[in-house]
């Protein structure tokens, strides 16, 4: 199993950045693909920003060229990052981190609030 922790959600005033953190613990080798993803009240969760184990990313057209996603392997731990610059209002939303795992599926972490005020 892969365990998912995020961190640095909060709020900011819009134009301002974040940066949340995300910590996978477990079966880490078997991770393939990370990303972010978002979800307001009465919406679909939706795709913000994936990288591979390659280190290939891709992200919503809503939030190319402000958002930019990275990941990085410790000795027993893989850290997902996502640095988010000029932020709108649009963005608030709790952020979910997921890992797709060969053998275990999709894991997701707790979620964490991130509010954008105008």
């Known amino acids: 199993q892969v365990h998912l922790v995020e961190s640095g959600g909060g709020l900011v005033q819009a134009g301002g950045s974040l940066r949340l953190s995300c910590t996978a613990s477990?079966?880490?080798?078997?991770?393939?693909?990370m990303g972010w993803y978002r979800q307001v009240p009465g919406k679909q969760r939706e795709l913000v920003a994936v990288?591979?184990?390659?280190?290939?990313?891709?992200?919503a057209d809503s939030v190319k060229g402000r958002f930019t996603v990275s990941r990085d392997r410790a000795k027993n731990t893989v850290s997902l990052s996502l640095q988010m610059n000029s932020l709108k209002p649009d963005d608030t939303a709790v952020y979910y981190c997921?890992?797709?795992?060969?053998?275990?599926?999709?894991?997701w972490g707790q979620g964490i609030q991130v509010t954008v005020s105008s």
């Open positions: 477990g079966s880490i080798l078997s991770i393939n693909i």
């Open positions: 997921s890992a797709r795992s060969s053998g275990y599926g999709d894991s």
């Open positions: 990288i591979s184990s390659s280190g290939s990313t891709g992200y």
